[in-house]
């Protein structure tokens, strides 16, 4: 039941507090006076919907902010909610419980990403969402007939809802999560669900007749592997006689290249010491003779170093005495006697000394030159003397170096090496050139060839009868036997492998299948409890349907008689997927259409007010109906509130509730002299709607 109503702000309320009792509440007042206000109000704080264009239409014009807030009780708990809108289309929301005689909240907006919803709270305690209720218990102005013009495929939903049906969908739900969880939990655990009993019967029977077929197949394939391994083993035993004869003769082949390749490199080599030994035979013959010179020479070179070095003294000395004469000879042209006077010392002389006499001077000079001449002749012929023996005591000194770099003492030992080589030349002349086939020869040329010699010849003997192509032919032989082996193999291997799968194949579907028989014997079981009883189809929704259609159709039919109609009886029958409507006059059936417009809303007043009969089923247990007696005459207006007085009496169910109406109209006279318990009237005024309870 709702117990009271707050708006503020809200459409064309300014500041508006309605109380509630059980039974009949009336709003009267002039069209556009804020009566049907008060149904957004109560939709929106519960729901957060309405009937305006958008939530900003719903605050009061000139205002920032408005809100609607609805207090009700439910089963004797008491419930609030509110919800906030401003300008800027921001909303707030909470739903509250009186806890205590405080408000606790339970849910706060529509922060479904915290898994919190306040419409979802809302419509779980009320038992109806915003749709199911507006078209059972809120009758907006002009759409009283609805009832009559819903779809019959809708109208058996709303039935459904308000009965309490469409719970058993939860139920049915719930009952197929339970079945879809533990087919999943079998799923986890098994592998499969009974849902796959077939298919795995199937797989069953394809491994089961895999392994009938595969088993003589593997015994055939092991047979024909020990047979083809008997064959293998003993060409194997034939090669490894033979192998080591194919090592000899590589090892053979590689003896006669190593001597043939020796004996150039030793044929080489003794060519190379020849045309040494040769060379230092032309290097060494004509320097026994030069170094038997060497010391004579030497002593002759010193003899004429002694005698340059005296003839450049004397030639030092006679050129030193040759400048002091050119000296005085200059200074002598300078000296004169004069009266007999000397000129340096001016003493009395008959003649001047004759060094200082020009005539003795030049004379000297001559002399001393034709002194210098001679000996710079002599100096000449002894410079040539010693570059001849300079010349020949390097030549000398050359040839003793040669001797010493080529270790030769003497002329015997020269000759010694000649003779070795003349024995070395003869040696190769008779070595012919170095093929397979003349090796024999070629031992001879020294120790070393001849141990090869001797290897090859033992070599020769053991490889003696092999045959190289049938080596090869065997090798092959072999290599394609293992190929034929390991093809078995691989076959028998895959064989066993898929004897192996299927065995366990076999044995996991086995029991997979008589667990998942059991499963689907349960599964069954529940299926049957999900159609039979949760199914909104089965028969308990039937029944209950069956139900209320018989009770909504009495009590129609009751209403009818108070509202003085020619309908006597209306009956409500459920077809496979709805449920239709006839009308009875007396004993003749009448069609919704061909009734008058005051006709079909008498019917549709009854079905409303019989379906209200029945919310029961609905834990807020309310009716609106907004100018319901449009379409009346004044009979029937008289006779409808005499209903709704009757009707404020009538309990719902074993609950002994009065069911609460709240009726919205401008035919404020129908309601004077009446019993209905409380009356609002609603004015338009400049600051907006006023209420005044009459």
Known sequence: MITSVELSNFLSHSDTKLEFDNGVTVFVGHNGAGKSSIIDAITFALFGQHTRKSNKGLIKHGEAQGFAKVIFSINGKRYKAERRIDVKGGLAAQFSEMVENQWMPLAVGERKQFSESMTHEVEKRIGLDFEKLKIASIVQQGELNSIIKTKPKEFKELLNAIIGIDKLDVASEAMKEVSKNFRQKIKDQVG??????????????????????????????????????????????????????????????????????????????????????????????????????????????????????????????????????????????????????????????????PLFQEKHLKQELAQTQDKISGLEKELVLCNRSMVEFSEKVQKAREAEAILRTYSIKSKEELQKIQYVVEQKKVNVQKVPTITAGNLVEVAHIDSHTKILFDAISQLEQDTQGFDEKQFTKLKESIRQKQSEVATINQQLGAISEKIDKAQEQIKSLEGAIFELKIVRDYVEELDTIQTKIFNRDGPVATSLRSWALNTISSKASEYLMLLNTKIHRILLSEKTRDVSITCYSKNESLEIESLSGGEQVGVAIALRLAMAHLLGSSNLKFMILDEPTTHLDEERRRSLVSVFSQLSDITSGNSKIPLQLIIITHDAEIFENSNIDKIYKFSATPQGTQTLAL
Not at 277 to 284: A, F, L, S, V, Y
Request: proline share 2%; glycine share 0%; hydrophobic share 30%.
């Open 192 to 353: 499969y669900d009974d849902t796959h009993i077939d298919i795995l019967s199937r797989d069953l029977q394809r491994y089961k007749t895999e392994l009938a077929e595969s088993k003589p197949l593997q015994d055939k394939l092991s047979s024909k592997r020990i047979q083809y391994e008997k064959e293998l083993a003993a060409m194997q035993k034939n090669l490894e006689t033979e192998l080591p004869k194919l090592d000899k003769l590589s090892q053979l082949e590689s003896r006669k290249n190593e001597l043939s390749t020796y004996a150039k490199e030793a044929i080489q080599e003794m060519k190379r010491e020849i045309a040494e030994n040769e060379r230092k035979i032309r290097d060494c013959k004509d320097c026994f003779e030069s170094v038997g010179l060497k010391k004579d020479l030497e002593s002759k070179l010193e003899k004429a170093e002694f005698a340059i070095e005296d003839l450049q003294k004397k030639l030092q000395h006679l050129s030193n005495q040759k400048v002091s004469l050119e000296e005085k000879r200059t200074l002598s042209s300078k000296l004169q006697l004069k009266d007999n006077k000397c000129p340096v010392c001016d003493s009395v002389v008959d003649k001047l000394n």
